[in-house]
């Protein structure tokens, strides 16, 4: 569904994003993990079409946000971190306006309106204005602008921001119930507001993915090893040599813009330390060794950061909501 | 043109629903309706073709300023709440988002320039007007309208905030009253172009004295194509930063 090539982002000097590669499969839920300013947001904004990159590709549904952002507006859904509302329109009239702006036919609008409104539990809103509506309920008809026309990818920035335990949980819920229906990609500053929605996790610091995978892996990787290798060589040979040695976990390239022709850089997950085994395979298989480097602190410092400003969790089968219309 | 005409029924609507639409709108009438009655119509004795000349006179006034007023919130308000990224992020083309946007603000205007037609409609009571006269006295407004509102879209789309986009709008307008001044003051062929880009005398003062050259409605029109071209660009470069 997406695939995302050396994407890079500059305003003035300042890197928002640099040389992100991932891939995201159809049907996945995925959470996009970082502190505020790691490029979130920056690169929500890019695969939205709202904002153009610096350098490097990115495909949803093989079509170029770039070359044709036109066609894959018509495939999205896009929440921005500050949900884009009109006051003055009454929640009903919104999603019409939000719907037809995207394609659906004015006889069909209606339709989608209501399947929205149902999707996130928005129907006694209806006619209510959306400037008298509380913060819990203002995120859920900016999410149901994002899905109204019913796009194959949602991005939703932040769709927690600001709310209380109660709203999370419920937002959370919400977002669940999307699973098959859409692809999804949420962004968050707290792992747990989106560990248990998501089937995998980004995870990117100071502009770069620093981890991938679900949140069981990210977890067990903390524990391991990670090193950072620079060869001469060719990548092939490599990966061929190094994948094999035992305690060895995954082999993948890492930084291939700040290779030197000839060079690659690998980062080796493995059980242990193994720096000394990976140096004598190289060498045995007559590669030049540049540089080697354990690399485990990064992700785990990270970790433990966004852990620990995990907000409370509240209990899913509280029945209060205050999410209600103020 | 769908998404066009979407942007422009909202936008419309919006006009209606806020405080600001109907405080411009009563404003514009009550200062026009003082206007006429005190130095349109006066003491004594006129011909009914001086009256709806001075009134054309002073309701274009009225019009370039409601224009500015009217112009300033079409894209700075979007940016300043987030809203503009729900056109952005949509399968709406950038030229489709300023053009439903100019055509809302255009109708906003029309309605409120149309509403003060009851005025020379008035002159029939002691005297008579010409239709003809009055036809292009109101075009005239509606072209000038038009323009001094493009630039305002383009003001708009060039700030970040309201007040800043009515400041740019208001310098744009002006600067283009003053190229008259400036035609004066100057030599060829300097003069010739000042003059040809003046806003108002020589394109407007036709049209009060009810002629219609096709000269007129040609700048104008070339006046709003531009203005709504370069704030097409202008919210084209927005992807870039």
Known sequence: MIQVRGLTKYYGDHAAIRDLNFDIASGEVIGFLGRNGAGKTTTLKVLGCVLLPTSGTATVDGVDVVANAHAVRAKIGFLPDTPPLYNEMSVGDFLRFAAELRGVPSRQAAAKVQAAEEKMDLREMHDVPIGSLSHGYRQRVGVAQALVHQPALLILDEPTSGLDPIQIVEMRDLIRRLRGQHTVLISSHFLAEISQTCDRLLVIQRGEIVAQGSEDDLAESRGKSAIELTLRGKIETARAVLSVLPGVVEVNDHDPASALPGEVNLRIRAETDLRAELVRASVAAGLDVLRIDQAASRLESLFIELSRNDPPTADPTSPASTGDAS | ?241
């Open chain 2, 1 to 241: 043109m769908r998404n066009t005409l979407l942007i422009a029924r909202r936008e419309l609507a919006a006009y209606f629903r806020s405080m600001s639409g109907y405080v411009i709108f009563a404003l514009v009438l009550l200062i026009d309706g003082i206007l006429f009655n005190a130095f349109a119509l006066g003491d004594g004795e006129h011909r009914s073709a001086e009256v709806v000349a001075k009134f054309l006179e002073y309701t274009s006034g009225l019009v370039m300023i409601s224009s500015v007023l009217l112009s300033m919130r079409l894209l700075a308000e979007e940016k300043q709440t987030g809203t503009i990224v729900l056109l952005t992020s949509s399968p709406v083309r950038d030229r489709e988002i300023i053009l439903g946007k100019f055509l809302s603000g255009f109708a906003f205007l029309a309605i409120i320039t149309l509403a003060t037609l009851y005025m020379p409609l008035l002159i029939m009571v002691n005297g008579k007007i010409s239709w003809g006269h009055l036809f292009a006295g109101y075009l005239g407004l509606l072209l000038l309208g038009g323009t001094t509102l493009a630039l305002g879209t383009l003001g708009s789309a060039l700030a970040r905030t309201q007040v800043l986009a009515a400041i740019i709008s208001a310098v744009l307008v002006t600067t283009l009253l003053i190229a008259w001044a400036l035609a004066h003051v100057t030599e060829r062929p300097f003069n010739e172009f000042f003059q040809a880009i003046a806003l108002y005398h020589k394109h407007f003062t036709p049209f009060m004295q009810g002629v219609i050259h096709l000269r007129d409605v040609v700048y104008y029109g070339m006046m709003i194509y531009f203005s709504l071209f370069a704030a097409t660009r202008v919210l084209e470069a927005r992807r870039w930063r």
